[in-house]
């Protein structure tokens, strides 16, 4: 109190406000127009100068007495401004909406204030629940604010773990089994074939095969083997390391977009996102190194998802889904039926806005994706066709559709969410569990499985916790596990990186959280 009114946007005053201003903040399932029916948040405007102060969003503010905090929010002398969303008007100062920092954020239910660096706002209690909305930033937007942090931490952390073995090898990176003697020739066989010409039949696969079909599970639609073509052949054995380290940097880029929708600040992002890159799933699969394009592509399924629901930005879920197909028709089997759980689930949020034409708009977006991607998949599944390991014979069937034929199953399932991933091919915990090269790991570094598990005490309704409860359950069943690979009785958990992005983001969101 006792300070001039503030300036109006892009006018720069001396002092700023040391009373923070009580201000409305609506519903998160309903927008509300009516003063007095909204939770509240503290708007800290101390916290910067006024000129930082750009614009407040939102569909109702509480009245305030004149001079609260030292300002005036009547649309005389106020900074505040409500969005034009649902019919409402600004009521800021004359051309104060067109003043607006391109950092400001329009969110459903919530009040937003634009620093350059601070956060202004304050939700007391656990009632207003900022995460979960997932209006936050687009892609563009993030890409403005975001700069080459995380995947430059990422590149850092994957350099210095990779360094002291590349510098042993003398510039190669061994590690043992399938990656020495299928991943690495593969790799060289595939190079040397594409820049030869002979993209149709090899000879070189078992007696001959096709070798679109019989390398594009592999390694052959992946934009990072195609970065080792301008390389000649003796250089590629070279070039394995490097490209591990760049998918890792690419996991949390593209993992940071997704989180960084459903939390306040870049910081919690970046760590949901490093937690996503260097997962258990991912520090096991460097074994299966051509597992880490389905992590690098799929959070671009959920930002497509999120996308045309929330934002009627209609192409890039269509797009997501032919890229996701094309780089590996196999995991992306699992992830449409993770999709389709997301989708469902998510519904249950009411402010997400799904609504029946948008519904559709998923859906045709969808056959669009798997269209393009056809060029693909087509000749890739007539190919595995023959297959012994895809007939009626090799299906789930009575009881072991209900229970695992091993006890140890179960314990060994849980047990991967405490500890970091054991070798392939020889685990310690439950050496009988039968899951050897399985992908069985969903562990996250430094939180392990401490971070989801405040966010599901904490959260009371929510999309997110039903989500990770439904993929509990999933896999803990084997026939629903099998869902994610056609019901095979092979058991794999290779479908684990998806709800382990989610569970990066219960983590992003409990670390940010006060609450909790």
Not at 149 to 155: F, K
Not at 234 to 251: D, G, H, S, W
Not at 263 to 284: H, K, M, N, P, Q
């Amino acid at each position: 109190r006792g300070h001039p009114p503030p300036a109006p946007v892009g006018v720069q005053i001396p002092l700023a406000l040391h009373q923070p201003l009580l201000v409305g903040v609506d519903r998160v399932d309903v927008l509300q127009r009516h003063a007095g029916q909204g939770h509240q948040a503290v708007l800290h405007l101390h916290l910067a100068l006024p000129h930082h102060v750009v614009v407040v969003l939102g569909q109702q503010i509480v009245d305030l007495p004149d001079g609260a905090g030292g300002a005036v929010l009547n649309g005389e002398n106020g900074i505040v401004g409500l969005s034009p969303l649902q019919g409402g008007e600004h009521v800021g100062e004359p051309g104060a909406a067109s003043a607006l920092h391109p950092l400001a954020e329009e969110a459903h239910g919530g009040l937003l204030a634009v620093t350059a660096r601070l956060p202004l706002i304050d939700y007391p209690g656990g009632g207003h629940r900022r995460a979960g909305v997932g209006q936050g930033l687009g892609i563009g937007r993030a890409a403005r604010v975001l700069g080459p942090l995380p995947h430059q931490l990422a590149l850092l952390a994957a350099g210095i773990m990779f360094l002291p073995f590349i510098i042993y090898e003398k510039g190669n990176f061994f590690f043992f089994g399938d990656f020495n003697v299928q991943q690495i020739p593969f790799y060289r066989m595939a190079h040397d074939a594409m820049r030869s010409g002979e993209v149709l039949w090899n000879s070189y696969t078992d007696l001959g095969a096709n070798f679109i079909a019989s390398y594009s599970f592999y390694l052959l639609f992946s934009p990072f083997f195609w970065l080792t073509l301008p390389f000649p052949s003796e250089m590629v054995p070279y070039l394995m390391a490097p490209l591990l380290m760049l998918k890792t940097a690419c996991m949390a880029l593209t993992s940071y977009f997704y989180i960084r929708r459903f939390v306040r600040t870049d910081e919690y992002a970046i760590i949901g996102s490093l937690c996503y890159a260097f997962s258990g799933f991912a520090t096991y699969n460097i074994f299966f190194n051509h597992f880490h394009e389905a992590m690098v592509f799929f959070p671009l399924l959920l930002i497509g998802v999120e996308e045309l629901v929330q934002n009627r930005r209609r192409g890039v879920f269509a797009l997501a889904v032919a890229v996701n197909c094309i780089v590996n028709y196999w995991f992306f089997i699992g992830e449409v039926v993770f999709v389709v759980l997301y989708v469902f689930l998510r519904m249950t949020d009411r402010s997400w806005g799904m609504t029946v034409k948008r519904f559709c708009a998923v859906a045709l977006e969808s056959v669009l994706g798997l269209c393009l991607a056809m060029v693909v998949l087509l000749p890739s599944v007539l190919a595995i066709m023959g297959n012994p390991r895809t007939t009626s014979d090799n299906l789930l069937y009575g009881w072991n559709f209900w229970i695992y034929s091993t006890v140890q199953r179960i314990p060994q399932i849980l047990q991967t969410l405490f500890f970091p991933p054991e070798l392939p091919s020889r685990p310690n915990f439950f050496p009988d569990g039968g899951a050897k090269w399985s992908s069985l790991s969903a562990w996250l570094p430094l939180f392990g499985v401490s971070g989801t598990a405040a966010f599901l005490l904490a959260a009371r309704r929510s999309w997110l916790k039903k989500l990770l409860f439904t993929c509990l359950f999933m896999a803990l069943v084997p026939g629903l596990n099998s869902a994610f690979i056609l019901f095979n009785n092979s058991y794999y958990a290779r479908w684990f990186y998806m709800p382990v992005l989610l569970m990066c983001l219960a983590t992003a969101t409990a670390l940010e959280r006060r609450d909790i």
